[in-house]
């Protein structure tokens, strides 16, 4: 008796694919093709950087793992290197995806992220 397929839902795009897993395959192919975040100008001066703003803040060491840190305007690695000319803010991690996904990213007409502006 043959078996039954199996459905999932990706968490990435929400659409319903066969396979087991937590991506659909389209997903998967965007996750493998992101550049490391070193590469992306997110290296040991950025965690420097990111130190002094939660200092300043007043966030204590031990909540550290709890913040990111945004940028304003939104960071481009093409425009400045060094994180030096925009407003950084330290945000609740839950905060900064909510604010970078309704601020900073592009969809098309079905919600679906193309791309950042």
């Known amino acids: 008796m043959p078996s039954r397929a199996h459905y999932s839902i990706c968490n990435r795009c929400r659409t319903t694919f066969v396979g087991t897993g937590t991506l659909c395959p389209s997903c998967k192919g965007i996750q493998q093709s992101r550049p ?40 481009d690695q093409a425009v400045d290197p060094d994180h030096t000319h925009y407003e950084l803010v330290p945000r609740l991690i839950a905060e900064h995806n909510r604010k970078t996904a309704r601020e900073d990213v592009k969809r098309d007409a079905s919600g679906r992220i193309r791309g950042r502006k």
């Open 36 to 75: 490391s975040p070193s590469s992306r100008g997110y290296d040991g001066r950025w965690r420097k950087i990111r130190a002094r703003v939660l200092e300043a803040a007043g966030i204590p060491k031990e909540a550290w793992h709890l913040y990111a840190v945004d940028h304003n305007p939104p960071y």
